[in-house]
Structure formats: structure tokens, C-alpha cells
């Protein structure tokens, strides 16, 4: 079966065993038995057994992920070539649909190398920095890549203007909604911002195609999964499903700017944005210099603070509150205003 999984009842001995042969972890036997979780969501732990005669890989543990057509068009048309990039799941099956817009892909289950963070809380350390690393490398990869102008860009969605669109349709709601909870000053500085967008020098570089690059454009802290032993595994970036082309440290000015507090991010950002810039130079990224990468997370600065006003019509507070104190803080203390 090569068309796109719909219902647990198709992950099958039989489609395993087919899919393993293609995929070349399998070369001999089959998949006897699978147990599929029953718990609901995208996200399906797969315990397989195998007979006696099986060879090859063979993973005993796998995660089969019911997703959208973006998701699929990563795993299928981008991560296939991007071998030199150690921090993507190996993917033993993608399809997708562009009719119905659904995919699936199914992966090898890294939980006993990797964990999930804490849920709210940001990277300690090294791991903060294998984040900044990874984002780094797969930057590097499509950094100005001929792809972007032609069957890439047929393709994916304009997520900054969305996001914009989405904002200014919004706003009025979203002041409604929070009241006084939203500070006359606060106020004021949004509708600056939203007055100011697109950023002319932002919009002109994404036309231009110089240095922009393919980001994962949901680059928080707990789309990525962490190796128990930093020192030989890397850090997995998960979760593929807005991934768009953009200037690349907008991913890290979102993992940093929008989601840590002001004294976390004060600690770290300048050697987390440091330590990307250095990483983009040793991957052969030429004529970007450090003044233009801080100018860079300044104005993506200035585009996270729009994500709140976007979420709360359909997210809980729970999420867009942190979102919202953590980009205005940024946006604050890095003086973004002299970019508007």
C-alpha cells in the first residue's frame, strides 16, 4: 500500500513487513505481530516482533505519525537530500496527498537515546546550545539553495505574511479580549508595529532570495528532542509541519526571543546568537557578517510579538500569555522600536 495511512487499523504485519523491505530495514523475514497504541492523537507508538528468520535493522520500537501535507513534503521532497544534517529522525516511510492534504510518516522510536524537555521550561546548557547548533546546520544546507526559487517556493506558504494578515484581522479582538490586562503602552507599540509591516529591508530580502533560507517555523524549545549523552548524540528537531522560507535566525530569535523570560534570555542570547552565527560560517555561509545576523534576530524580534494576538483566537492562554510577555520583553530590551 503506497497511498496515505488514515486509520490505525491499516498499520498491519503486511505493511510493516513491505514497508521495512523498502526502506531496506528489513532484508529478510517479515514482521509476525505489531502492537498499536489505542490511546488517540497523531502520534502512535508501534511495538513490533519479527520472525525468527528477520535480518537487518530490524527496529523493534517505531512512532507512526498521522500528519498534514506540509509534513509529508518535508520528509519526502527536502529531508531526502539533506544526508549532511545529522539532527533529522530517519524517516522509514512518508506519503501524502495533495487532494486530501493528510500524510503520515512512520520513524524508528528514539526514546531510548532522546527525552522530551520539561513542558514550559527552556534548555539547560548544552542543550540550548546542540538547538542552536542544529538550527544552524539546516540553515547552512538551504542557505540561498536554487530550490527556493523554484519547486519550493511553487509550494509553500508565505507564513510571514499569513502571519501578518492573521494579526491585523485580529487585533482589535485580541485588545478587547485581554482588557486592561494589556497596557496602554503595550497597546501603543502594536499598533506601531502593525502600522510598520511588512519590514521593508525584511520583505525585500525574502523577494530578493540573499540570505534567506528553508526554517523550521515552529522552533520552540519542545519541538526538539535531547540526547542522555549530549557528548556523541545530537539533538532532534521534530515537528516539520510550518516549515517555510524565511531569513534563517528567525527560528532562533522565536526559540529565544518568544519563549524564554527576560532573565533566562539575558543569560544566554548573546552566546546562543554568537554560537549559530559561528556554526553558519563553518557550514560555508559566505558574506554574512555578525552585524548583519543581531540585525537580523532584531527585526524577527519584531515579527514574534505578532503570534499572540494570531493564537488567541484559537489557542488557550496557557500558551500565548508566556508568548506574549516573553516577545514584548524582547522586542523592549533590544530596542526594536528603532526598526519600525
Given at each position: 500500500?503506497?497511498?496515505?495511512?488514515?486509520?490505525?487499523e491499516h498499520i498491519t504485519p503486511e505493511w510493516l513487513t513491505n514497508t521495512l523491505r523498502q526502506s531496506e530495514a528489513l532484508t529478510a523475514g517479515r514482521v509476525e505481530s505489531v502492537e498499536v497504541s489505542r490511546k488517540g492523537g497523531a502520534i502512535v507508538p508501534l511495538q513490533l516482533r519479527y520472525s525468527?528468520?528477520?535480518?537487518?535493522?530490524?527496529?523493534?520500537?517505531?512512532?507512526?505519525?498521522?500528519?498534514?501535507?506540509?509534513?509529508?513534503?518535508?520528509?519526502?521532497?527536502?529531508?531526502?537530500?539533506?544526508?549532511?544534517?545529522?539532527?533529522?529522525l530517519k524517516c522509514y516511510d512518508v506519503q501524502y496527498d495533495v487532494e486530501t492534504g493528510r500524510s503520515h510518516q512512520l520513524f524508528a522510536d528514539i526514546s531510548p537515546t532522546h527525552f522530551d524537555p520539561p513542558e514550559l521550561l527552556p534548555a539547560q546548557g548544552i542543550y540550548a546550545e546542540q538547538v542552536?547548533?542544529?538550527?544552524?546546520?539546516?540553515?547552512?544546507?538551504?542557505?540561498?539553495?536554487?530550490?527556493?526559487?523554484?519547486?519550493?517556493?511553487?509550494?509553500?506558504?508565505?507564513?510571514?505574511?499569513?502571519?501578518?494578515?492573521?494579526?491585523?484581522?485580529?487585533?482589535?479582538?485580541?485588545?478587547?479580549?485581554?482588557?486592561?490586562?494589556?497596557?496602554?503602552?503595550?497597546?501603543?507599540?502594536?499598533?506601531?508595529?502593525?502600522?510598520?509591516?511588512?519590514?521593508?529591508?525584511?520583505?525585500?530580502?525574502?523577494?530578493?532570495?540573499?540570505?534567506?533560507?528553508?526554517?523550521?517555523?515552529?522552533?520552540?524549545?519542545?519541538?526538539?528532542?535531547?540526547?542522555?549523552?549530549?557528548?556523541?548524540?545530537?539533538?532532534?528537531?521534530?515537528?516539520?509541519?510550518?516549515?517555510?522560507?524565511?531569513?534563517?535566525?528567525?527560528?532562533?530569535?522565536?526559540?529565544?526571543?518568544?519563549?524564554?523570560?527576560?532573565?533566562?534570555?539575558?543569560?544566554?542570547?548573546?552566546?546562543?546568537?554568537?554560537?549559530?552565527?559561528?556554526?553558519?560560517?563553518?557550514?560555508?555561509?559566505?558574506?554574512?557578517?555578525?552585524?548583519?545576523?543581531?540585525?537580523?534576530?532584531?527585526?524577527?524580534?519584531?515579527?514574534?510579538?505578532?503570534?499572540?494576538?494570531?493564537?488567541?483566537?484559537?489557542?488557550?492562554?496557557?500558551?500565548?500569555?508566556?508568548?506574549?510577555?516573553?516577545?514584548?520583553?524582547?522586542?523592549?530590551?533590544?530596542?526594536?522600536?528603532?526598526?519600525?
Amino acid at each position: 500500500m503506497n497511498s496515505v495511512i488514515t486509520q490505525l487499523e491499516h498499520i498491519t504485519p503486511e505493511w510493516l513487513t513491505n514497508t521495512l523491505r523498502q526502506s531496506e530495514a528489513l532484508t529478510a523475514g517479515r514482521v509476525e505481530s505489531v502492537e498499536v497504541s489505542r490511546k488517540g492523537g497523531a502520534i502512535v507508538p508501534l511495538q513490533l516482533r519479527y520472525s525468527a528468520d528477520a535480518d537487518g535493522l530490524k527496529p523493534d520500537q517505531m512512532v507512526f505519525k498521522f500528519s498534514r501535507l506540509i509534513e509529508g513534503r518535508f520528509y519526502r521532497d527536502m529531508a531526502s537530500e539533506m544526508g549532511n544534517v545529522a539532527s533529522l529522525l530517519k524517516c522509514y516511510d512518508v506519503q501524502y496527498d495533495v487532494e486530501t492534504g493528510r500524510s503520515h510518516q512512520l520513524f524508528a522510536d528514539i526514546s531510548p537515546t532522546h527525552f522530551d524537555p520539561p513542558e514550559l521550561l527552556p534548555a539547560q546548557g548544552i542543550y540550548a546550545e546542540q538547538v542552536a547548533d542544529t538550527l544552524a546546520d539546516i540553515h547552512a544546507h538551504w542557505w540561498e539553495h536554487p530550490r527556493l526559487k523554484t519547486d519550493i517556493g511553487a509550494v509553500v506558504e508565505d507564513a510571514p505574511g499569513r502571519l501578518l494578515r492573521e494579526a491585523q484581522t485580529h487585533f482589535a479582538a485580541f485588545v478587547d479580549y485581554l482588557g486592561d490586562r494589556l497596557p496602554t503602552h503595550r497597546r501603543t507599540l502594536y499598533e506601531r508595529v502593525l502600522a510598520a509591516m511588512p519590514l521593508p529591508a525584511w520583505y525585500e530580502r525574502i523577494r530578493s532570495g540573499k540570505q534567506i533560507t528553508l526554517t523550521h517555523g515552529d522552533a520552540h524549545w519542545w519541538n526538539f528532542m535531547y540526547p542522555h549523552n549530549p557528548a556523541t548524540d545530537p539533538a532532534y528537531v521534530i515537528d516539520w509541519e510550518a516549515w517555510h522560507i524565511n531569513i534563517g535566525i528567525t527560528d532562533l530569535a522565536y526559540t529565544i526571543g518568544a519563549e524564554c523570560f527576560p532573565a533566562y534570555r539575558q543569560q544566554h542570547e548573546q552566546h546562543l546568537i554568537h554560537r549559530y552565527h559561528q556554526r553558519l560560517l563553518e557550514r560555508d555561509v559566505q558574506d554574512y557578517s555578525w552585524e548583519q545576523c543581531w540585525l537580523d534576530y532584531r527585526m524577527a524580534a519584531v515579527y514574534h510579538v505578532l503570534w499572540p494576538i494570531s493564537w488567541h483566537k484559537h489557542l488557550s492562554p496557557n500558551i500565548w500569555w508566556t508568548t506574549l510577555e516573553c516577545s514584548l520583553s524582547t522586542f523592549e530590551d533590544l530596542d526594536c522600536a528603532e526598526l519600525i
